[in-house]
């Protein structure tokens, strides 16, 4: 059985293309999940953000990227998307190894 975000991947994979079988997904497409799904916001992640790393996740001459790629493209955004949100608890840690 497919997880919730496989599932998303292949309904966007297949938007607006007829011949998809939606086990790829092409750059435009990604966009449209990122800033869809509120991963890009325009501060913290924006579009060029998006393209980079559909571009550094692909193949050298691919136009599309797998399932497998994608989620490694969910790791490095989601990296920059919640960075505040993963430092923080770092920082109070920090702070009570420092005060205790």
Same mark, same amino acid.
């Given at each position: 059985?497919?997880?919730?975000?496989? =599932?998303?991947? $292949?309904?966007?994979? +297949?938007? &607006?293309?007829?011949?998809?079988? &939606?086990?790829?997904? !092409? !750059?435009? !497409?990604?966009?449209? *999940?990122?800033?869809?799904?509120?991963?890009?916001? &325009?501060?913290?992640?924006?579009?060029?953000?998006?393209?980079?790393?559909?571009? =550094?996740? =692909?193949?050298? !001459?691919? $136009?599309?990227?797998?399932?497998?790629?994608?989620?490694?493209?969910?790791?490095?955004? &989601?990296?920059?998307?919640?960075?505040? $949100?993963?430092? $923080?608890? +770092? +920082?109070?840690?920090?702070?009570? *190894?420092?005060?205790?």
């Amino acid at each position: 059985m497919a997880s919730e975000a496989e =599932k998303t991947f $292949r309904r966007f994979a +297949v938007f &607006g293309e007829s011949s998809s079988t &939606g086990t790829e997904i !092409n !750059n435009k !497409n990604f966009s449209k *999940l990122c800033k869809d799904c509120g991963i890009m916001d &325009g501060k913290t992640v924006t579009s060029t953000d998006v393209d980079i790393v559909f571009s =550094k996740v =692909k193949a050298k !001459n691919a $136009r599309t990227v797998s399932f497998q790629q994608f989620q490694e493209a969910m790791k490095e955004l &989601g990296k920059k998307r919640f960075k505040a $949100r993963i430092q $923080r608890p +770092v +920082v109070l840690l920090k702070q009570q *190894l420092w005060v205790g």
